[in-house]
């Protein structure tokens, strides 16, 4: 409650571009509704989150020159947004020795080459009297995976979809563990014809935007957030596997407290990680990190360390997430999105209200503002 009847916003709204005053003890603050705008009072422009490319320009990253080492990983999900009126160009490579993945435009459809170690896959997605390079937006989303067989085989598993609606998949075996990658390239390279699996020898002409990886946490990750509510109930983050595996990850609010809830596919885990009510209104910042069944969840700095084991302490110690991240609650149109009973926001559609912000996966800060206003949330 505040302390006094008079409402900060009707004495003077600052808000700017759409922006929505909210009146507090402190006075009024701005949520802006308008991604194009940021700022105290949503009076800054906001750096666009297209990126335009004209054959010479590209976006680069190398491990090697800032002496890291390369990142190994069992499964990577790659999504990119797309136009152009040209046939050809490299949209994306990521890479280290004979380990790379490589996607491009070719001849007006979407090529897509990898290697892993010995192997190679090949792929293109080529529709019947449909071409990618209409100067329209098009969705492209590649993901691989590596399933090991045994101590000496190990599958990978390649798809990749357009728009949601045009799709081709592939798999390898062979003797490998993880995915190696060292070097990222986006939009183009100084030699795109000399990258490993290049089909096309142009960079990328035309428009791009959200080269987003979605949240990969099979053996270890971190996620951070912050949020506010007045609300004693409510589910914030939901990411669940695909049956038959019951892998999950889920953050709520239950009775005015936070909870973790994580599934390994030996059976869920749940942990409280504050001590108070944390529906008052103010900011709170989340951070989960997991290493195997080792897990540490820390609510405005305190700190909570836990197991993640469910009623088997020899099960799994991998988080197998296939499905979408999801923000805010289950509903429509994925209210039928299967979900434990222990987890009890989830079960009564007991969504989140209030803001959220700042989520980082892995590192990576996602623009969760971006992604509402493309979904119409």
Known sequence: LRGNSSDACEVRDLCRHGGICISTDSGPIC???NSDYEGEFCEKDKAPSEAVFRGTEFLSYDLSQTGGEPIVSAQDTITLYFKTRQPNGLLFYTGEGSDYLNVAIKEGCLSLTMGLANGKQEMQIKPNKVRFDDNQWHKVSVHRRIQEISAITSFCRLSAVVDGVYADHSHIA????????????????INTRALPGARVHNNFVGCMRKVLPTWN???????????????????ILFNSGKPPRTDLFAVEIYNGQIYIQID????????RGSKK????????NVTFRRVGRDAQMSVDGLK??????GKNSKGS??????????????????SDVPVPAGLWTAALHQG????????????EPIDVASFATEQDF
């Open 217 to 235: 946490a099979k053996k270890d990750g971190n996620i951070s957030f912050k949020f506010r509510t007045n609300e004693p109930y409510g589910l």
């Open 304 to 309: 909570t360390d836990f197991k993640a084991m």
């Open 174 to 189: 062979g003797k490998f563990t993880m995915l190696s990658s060292g070097r990222l390239y986006v939009g183009g390279s």
């Open 31 to 33: 949520e802006c509704r």
């Open 352 to 363: 989140f209200v209030g803001c959220f912000k700042d989520l980082v996966l892995n590192n």
């Open 264 to 271: 390994l596919g030996a059976g869920p885990s749940k942990q």
């Open 317 to 334: 110690a991998t988080l197998e997430l296939d499905s979408n991240l999801y923000i805010g609650g289950l509903g429509p149109p994925f």
């Open 277 to 284: 009510r944390i529906n008052d209104g103010a900011w709170h």
